[in-house]
């Protein structure tokens, strides 16, 4: 499904293009810029209860974990720290290195941006700290229906995780409301997919819009993205995690990667976690981790563990602000840091899993959500990256566990 979704999004591009240059009358134009306008509504309309509820669904799944406090306490320390080690080494690697600033952003893309940012206007232009922090305050709490309707996803965010934290204390052991709203989560999960269907039509407007005038530019900067993401994820996984698994897990390098090597390929090939899982476990058997913690450890980190996504999804969000002419100050690199943590929690182990949650990280910090359509060009080496990184984290997640908490 996946090969074939993308040989759309390359046909959709190209036929974009082809048809930019042939179109004399400019109707065409008028056409295109009416799917653009549809694919843009559809995935606004579907982002947040996306969002809403699959953060509220990922916190009740701790309900389950709390059970096993020690094992569950290293695993999800572990968790937050090498996400955060991630999304750092991401940041600081696209604000040193940048490759695509002898790029001009596409003038026509930063005209786009006026009408998102407008509304973050304060938000965007306060100058002091406690100017920024009142900005950000303001945003964060608000009533939660004002949030959805407006789609201020950082208001979004605080009221999941609000709400999901007071469920996870308040309800009995044996209510039913955690598997309501997970069975609640699958339905919104389908509307995405169904939203994702439009993609190749979304595409197709979105690059006949940018090939008027703007397609050579594009693809220098693309070009240098998939540069930048795939050297440091690579960076993340073959120097960082190794050291992890070395130093907190008791095993060298080359025995960790010969015991691990299968779930790669099979992680590379599939770009799914959650599909890498049977093999997964495998490699974490040969590797002498008990069977408690490998079920504990493993499906937990398939669905909230993804180093390789969030490093993606700060790169990505530094890029796509350029190409679209936006500023980040320190405020909102700060959102990009925490928003693609969340996200990347949120996010489910399939492929291109981390494109519907993305979008929260995009639309925080005022890039309009074209940016999408931009990463969809590239998407399926980086997805197939990403997820070897992704799964690597996991095993590595579960020789810490067997170490610190002591289950076999
Ligand atoms: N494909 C990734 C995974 O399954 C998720 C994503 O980043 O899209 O781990």
């Not at 999800?76 to 001009?104: D, E, K, N, Q, R």
């Not at 006949?208 to 397609?215: A, D, K």
């Not at 993606?312 to 925490?338: Q, R």
């Amino acid at each position: 499904m996946q090969r074939y979704l993308f040989g759309f999004v390359i046909g959709a591009a190209a036929l974009g293009w082809l048809l930019a240059q042939i179109d004399g009358s400019g109707s065409l134009a008028e056409t295109m810029s009416l799917l653009k306008t549809l694919f843009l509504s559809v995935l606004k309309m579907v982002v947040a209860p996306l969002v809403f509820f699959s953060l509220l669904a990922g916190i009740l799944r701790l309900r389950a974990a709390a059970e096993l406090t020690r094992l569950s306490t290293v695993t999800l320390i572990y968790y937050l720290c090498t996400t955060a080690i991630a999304v750092s080494l991401g940041l600081v690697a696209v604000f040193w290195i940048h490759p695509w600033s002898a790029v001009p952003p596409p003038a026509e893309l930063a005209a786009t941006t006026a009408a998102f940012t407008a509304e973050d206007a304060a938000f965007t232009q306060a100058q002091s700290f406690t100017g920024l922090l009142a900005a950000l305050v303001g945003r964060m709490f608000v009533n939660p229906f004002a949030a959805l309707a407006e789609l201020n996803i950082l208001g979004i965010v605080v009221g999941g995780v609000v709400l999901g934290l007071a469920l996870l204390l308040a309800l009995p052991k044996e209510s039913r409301v955690p598997a309501a709203i997970d069975e609640i989560t699958v339905a919104v999960y389908r509307i995405a997919g169904w939203a994702v269907m439009l993609v190749p039509l979304g595409v197709l407007a979105i690059v006949y819009q940018m090939s008027t005038s703007s397609g050579a530019q594009l693809l220098q900067g693309l070009g240098a993205f998939v540069v930048l993401v795939v050297a440091v994820t690579l960076g993340h996984g073959l120097v960082v995690l190794p050291l992890i698994a070395w130093l907190a897990g008791g095993r060298n390098p080359v025995a960790f990667a010969r015991h691990a090597g299968r779930a790669f390929v099979v992680a590379l090939s599939t770009s799914s976690s959650a599909a890498t899982l049977p093999v997964t476990f495998q490699a974490a058997q040969s590797l002498r981790v008990g069977r408690t913690t490998a079920s504990f450890v493993l499906p937990l980190g398939a669905t909230i563990n993804m180093d390789g996504t969030a490093l993606f999804e700060g790169i990505a969000a530094v890029f796509l602000a350029y190409l679209f002419g936006i500023e980040l100050g320190p405020l909102a690199t700060a959102t990009v840091f925490l928003l693609a943590m969340m996200s990347s929690i949120g996010a489910p182990g399939i492929p291109s899993g981390s494109m519907a949650a993305m979008q929260m990280v995009l639309l925080a910090v005022g890039i309009p959500l074209e940016g999408i359509a931009v990463l969809l060009l590239v998407e399926r080496p980086l997805d197939a990256v990403r997820t070897a990184v992704n799964v690597e984290g996991d095993l590595v997640g579960s020789l810490v566990a067997t170490r610190f908490a002591g289950t076999r």
